[in-house]
C-alpha cells in the first residue's frame, strides 16, 4: 500500500483550499439569488416574513451545497493546479520524477474527502433541511396544520388526519393537477376513538376538487367491524392543495433508503417509478460523476493553464462542468423517451468523459 507523501499532501492542499474558496463563492451566490429572486416575492403571504424567508433559505443550504459541489471541484481544481502550474512548481515536480498519473491521484484523493461528506451530506443534512424548509413555508403560508415528512405529508382538518407517502405534480392534454400517492385518513370521534380508516391508492386534486381512486374503508362499530371496497370517491375537504403539493417531499429531496422503498412501492402496484430511479441511482453515480469531471479536466494543467489567467481556468472548468450536465439530460432523457435502464444512460456520460480524459492525458504526454 502507497501512502500519501509530502508532495501528495502540498498538491491535495493547494487544491482543497482553491475548491472551498470556489464552491463557498458559488453557494453565497446562489443564496443570495434564491433569496433575492425567489422567496422575496412570497413574503407577506400568510404569515411568511423576511425572517421566514432567511431561515427558509439557509435550511436550504446543504442542498445546494450537494448540488453545486461537483461544479465548484472542476473549476477550483483547475484554479488550484493553474496556480501550480503558474508558479512552475508542476514542472518542478514532474522534474523529480512524479507522474501525470501520480499527480491526479494526488488530485483525486484530496476530492475524495469532500465527496464523501457531500454524500453523507446528501443522506442526512440535505433532506432533514429541505423537510424543515418545506414544513416552515407550508405553515407560514397555510392556515392548515400541515407537517411536512421524509416521504410525504401529515395534515390535520377537524377530526380526520390526513397522511399521503408520495406526491408530483401531474401534466396531460394542457391541464395540471396534484396527484398523492399511498394515502391514509384517519376519522376519529369526538371523544378521540377511532371511526374509520380509509386507504386509497390515489389522491388527486382536480379543477372540481379532490377525488380519491381504488379506495378501501374500513369502518370500526362498538361491536363490529365493516370493511367497503370504493373504485372512485369524491372527497369534500378545505385542505389547501397548493400547501399539500409544497410539502410533499421532492424525490430529489429524499435519502436513498426512502426512495429505494417509494420504488418498491410503485412497481408492486404497477406505477412509473422513472423519477425515483433516476434520482436514486444518481445518488450512487454522483462520486464517479466527481471524479470523472476532475480527471477530464486535469490535464489542462500540463501546459495549457501555465500561461492562461484565472478567466482562462474558471472557462474551462464551466465548460467541462456544462458539457457533463447537458450530457446527462440528454442521455436522461433518451433513457425516458426509449425506457431502457436509466443506469446505462449515467453510465454513457461517464464513459465519454473518461474518454476525454484518457485522449488529453495522450497528447499532453507527446
Same mark, same amino acid.
Given at each position: 500500500m502507497t501512502f500519501p507523501k509530502l508532495h501528495d499532501l502540498y498538491i491535495g492542499r493547494v487544491v482543497l483550499g482553491s475548491v472551498l474558496i470556489t464552491w463557498a463563492v458559488v453557494l453565497g451566490l446562489d443564496l443570495l439569488q434564491a433569496f433575492l429572486l425567489g422567496e422575496l416575492k412570497d413574503i407577506g403571504q400568510g404569515q411568511y416574513g423576511f425572517v421566514e424567508a432567511l431561515v427558509y433559505v439557509a435550511y436550504t443550504a446543504p !442542498?445546494?451545497?450537494?448540488?453545486?459541489?461537483?461544479?465548484?471541484? *472542476? *473549476?477550483?481544481? &483547475?484554479?488550484? &493546479?493553474?496556480q501550480l502550474a503558474a508558479t512552475s512548481e508542476l514542472t518542478a515536480l514532474r522534474a523529480v520524477g512524479l507522474s501525470r498519473r501520480r499527480l491526479s491521484g494526488a488530485v483525486a484523493l484530496a476530492l475524495a474527502v469532500l465527496t464523501l461528506l457531500m454524500v453523507a451530506n446528501g443522506e442526512t443534512l440535505t433532506p432533514w433541511g429541505q423537510r424543515k424548509a418545506d414544513q416552515l413555508k407550508a405553515q407560514a403560508r397555510s392556515n392548515n396544520a400541515i407537517l411536512a415528512q421524509y416521504a410525504g405529508v401529515w395534515a390535520r382538518e377537524g377530526d380526520v388526519f390526513f397522511n399521503a407517502r408520495s406526491g408530483q405534480q401531474r401534466t396531460a392534454n394542457g391541464d395540471q393537477w396534484l396527484e398523492l400517492g399511498n394515502v391514509s385518513l384517519y376519522q376519529f370521534d369526538d371523544e378521540g376513538r377511532l371511526q374509520s380508516i380509509a386507504q386509497a391508492a390515489i389522491a388527486e386534486h382536480r379543477p372540481s376538487g379532490w377525488v380519491l381512486r381504488n379506495v378501501t374503508r374500513t369502518t370500526f362499530g362498538a361491536t363490529s367491524v365493516q370493511q367497503q371496497v370504493i373504485p372512485i370517491e369524491r372527497w369534500k375537504t378545505q385542505l389547501d392543495d397548493a400547501a399539500l403539493a409544497a410539502s410533499v417531499t421532492r424525490p430529489r429531496y429524499l435519502p436513498s433508503r426512502d426512495l429505494a422503498q417509494s420504488i418498491d412501492y410503485f412497481k408492486r402496484n404497477g406505477l412509473d417509478a422513472g423519477d425515483f430511479e433516476e434520482i436514486y441511482w444518481g445518488r450512487w453515480f454522483y462520486p464517479i460523476n466527481v471524479l470523472a469531471l476532475c480527471l477530464a479536466a486535469v490535464p489542462f494543467a500540463f501546459g495549457s493553464l501555465r500561461s492562461g489567467g484565472m478567466g482562462k481556468r474558471l472557462f474551462i472548468g464551466i465548460v467541462f462542468a456544462l458539457g457533463f450536465w447537458m450530457l446527462q439530460t440528454l442521455f436522461g432523457n433518451l433513457a425516458q423517451a426509449f425506457h431502457f435502464d436509466v443506469r446505462i444512460a449515467m453510465l454513457l456520460p461517464l464513459a465519454v468523459m473518461f474518454g476525454v480524459s484518457a485522449v &488529453?492525458? !495522450? !497528447?499532453?504526454?507527446?
Open positions: !442542498r445546494r451545497a450537494y448540488t453545486l459541489f461537483p461544479t465548484a471541484a *472542476v *473549476v477550483g481544481a &483547475l484554479m488550484g &493546479l493553474g &488529453l492525458f !495522450r !497528447r499532453r504526454s507527446g
